[in-house]
C-alpha cells in the first residue's frame, strides 16, 4: 500500500525512457533490414547474378570447406588473365553455375585452363529440377552413360561436380532432364592454353 503510489509516481519517467529505446530500436531494425535487402538482392554483391538473392541457401546445402573458400575467390581472375590460379585436385577451383529459371545455363560459356580442377556448384533458380552433366563434348550432347553428372538438383538446391579438365577437349556441359537438352539447355566449356 505504501509502494503504490510511489510506483504511480515514477512510471512517467521510465515510460518515456522505454518508449524512446523501442523507437530507435525499430529505426535501426529498419536500417538494418534495408541494408540486407540492398545488399542480397537479385543483382547484388555476387557478380550481378541471379541466385545471390538467396545466397545463403545455396551455399548451405553445400558441404565441404572448400567451397567456403572457393566463395571467397569467386571474383577471381580469369584463365588467361594476369593473376589467374588455376585450380587443382587438392584445391579445386569454385564456379558458379545457375540452372534455370527456364532451359538455360548462366553463364552458357565457362572459360577453363587446362589441366586444371573445378568445382562446378550448380544451383537450380526455377521450380523445375535439372541436372548438370560436364565431360567431353560428344559424350555430353550424346548423353553417354558414365559421363559426370549430378542430377535431380532441386529448386534452390545446389550440388557439387568436380571435373578435372585434363583431355584433350572439346568440352561441353548440359541438362538431359526430359525435353531440356532439346530445348537448348546446354553451355560451352572454352579451353584456355
Ligand atoms: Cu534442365
Redesign the pocket.
Known amino acids: 500500500m505504501i509502494a503504490e503510489p510511489r510506483t504511480r509516481h515514477s512510471l512517467p519517467i521510465p515510460g518515456w525512457t522505454v518508449l524512446l529505446i523501442a523507437v530507435a530500436a525499430l529505426v535501426m531494425a529498419t536500417a538494418a533490414l534495408t541494408a540486407i535487402v540492398a545488399g542480397s538482392g537479385p543483382f547484388g554483391v555476387m557478380g550481378g547474378r541471379p541466385g545471390s538473392m538467396m545466397g545463403g541457401g545455396p551455399y548451405g546445402a553445400a558441404s565441404s570447406s572448400g567451397m567456403m573458400r572457393g566463395l571467397g575467390t569467386g571474383s577471381a581472375a580469369q584463365p588467361g588473365s594476369g593473376g589467374f590460379v588455376a585450380g587443382s585436385v587438392a584445391s579445386p577451383r569454385m564456379i558458379r553455375v545457375y540452372?534455370?529459371p527456364g532451359?538455360a545455363f548462366s553463364p552458357s560459356s565457362i572459360s577453363v585452363a587446362r589441366g586444371e580442377t573445378v568445382t562446378f556448384v550448380v544451383t537450380t533458380m526455377g521450380p523445375?529440377?535439372?541436372?548438370f552433366m560436364v565431360g567431353p563434348a560428344d559424350a555430353v550432347a550424346s548423353d553417354t552413360p558414365g559421363t559426370p553428372e549430378v542430377a535431380d538438383i532441386e529448386m534452390m538446391q545446389a550440388k557439387s561436380l568436380t571435373y578435372t579438365f585434363d583431355g584433350p577437349g572439346p568440352y561441353g556441359f548440359a541438362?538431359h532432364?526430359a525435353g531440356?537438352y532439346e530445348a537448348e539447355?546446354r553451355g560451352t566449356i572454352v579451353l584456355v592454353s
Open positions: 540452372a534455370g532451359h523445375t529440377a535439372h541436372e541438362c532432364a531440356h539447355m
